[in-house]
């Protein structure tokens, strides 16, 4: 069974929710990832979570000033997409066993090829694609190629996607669903939504796929808000602003790891 699926089976299992911490491959340096994801990965504990590893692109619509500003940098430092996947691989390397999933701008796949890139992700040690930008037309193809390499995939649902919308991305999901928390763009929110535990119950009730909400999470307490309704909570702007861009690699990973732990704090 995929790891991710596995992960989610036992959480469930035991009455357990997940944080899934973001991280940008590539910042504050492609040295740095593999440790940064590795002391996540000893934050979080054996079975506590999926690790998000966002593969930096220069055209990012959903990603707000704190992770768009991460992408630029870790570009600007030479990050390519087969040195980005490089750094889950490294991570593997040093143990990290918890899942692992590539957020990945479409365009890059499709450059690529979607059979070639999968694989390439299958290799490095990814569990499965975040797709934020899809075309909902061509998802079955595409999710079907991910599936033959192993992999799984989770595409987002907002707030204001319609019934039938929400309902024909739930369908595509094998992984998980990321559920928006708000619609626009990522970044720290000193409020969430008092609507998320209605959509997520909603999406419960069109699918058996487990639930993750996004956007928006930055606090222990936001977490356990989150956690109480949903299967996991995804934290990105927040982790990626507690990184310094001038960390030594064992900084920047003491720095990431200390943020999840007071994170885990809040997971139901």
């Known amino acids: 069974m995929n790891r991710l699926n596995q ?8 009455g357990r929710k997940l944080l899934c911490p973001f991280v940008t491959a590539g910042y504050p340096s492609l040295e740095s990832t593999p440790q940064i994801i590795h002391a996540i990965a000893e934050a979080l504990g054996p079975g506590g979570g999926v690790i998000e590893l966002g593969i930096p692109f220069s055209d990012p619509i959903a990603d707000g000033p704190v992770i768009q500003a991460s992408y630029t940098q870790a570009l600007a430092k030479g990050c390519t997409v087969d040195k980005a996947l490089a750094t889950a691989k490294s991570a593997r390397g040093l143990g990290v066993s918890i899942p692992i999933v590539a ?26 694609i975040v797709l934020p930008d899809i075309p ?23 707030p204001t996607s319609p019934a039938d919308r929400r ?6 999901c094998d992984g998980f669903v990321y559920y928006l928390s708000v619609s626009g763009t990522t970044g720290e929110r000193k409020e969430l939504p008092t609507d998320i535990g209605p959509n997520v119950e909603a999406l419960r009730a069109i699918t058996q796929v487990p639930v993750c909400v996004g956007f928006g999470i930055s606090t222990a307490d936001q977490v356990r808000q989150v956690t109480a309704v949903a299967d996991g909570a995804i934290v990105g702007s927040a982790l990626i602003r507690r990184i310094s861009e001038k960390s030594t690699p064992a900084e920047a990973a003491k720095q990431a790891g200390a943020f999840v732990k007071e994170l885990v704090a809040g997971v139901q």
Do not use: N, Y
Not at 106 to 118: P, Q, V, Y
Not at 138 to 157: F, H, N, Q, Y
Not at 167 to 172: D, E, G, Q
């Open 7 to 14: 992960t989610f089976a036992a959480a469930k299992r035991d």
């Open 103 to 128: 957020m990945v701008s479409f365009s890059i796949i499709f450059k690529r090829g979607t059979a070639e890139f999968a694989k390439a992700c299958a290799d490095a040690g990814i569990d499965g």
């Open 136 to 158: 909902l037309e061509e998802a079955p193809a595409i999710v079907d190629t991910i599936r033959d390499a192993g992999l799984r995939t989770i595409l987002l649902v907002a």
């Open 167 to 172: 309902a024909a991305i739930a369908r595509l």
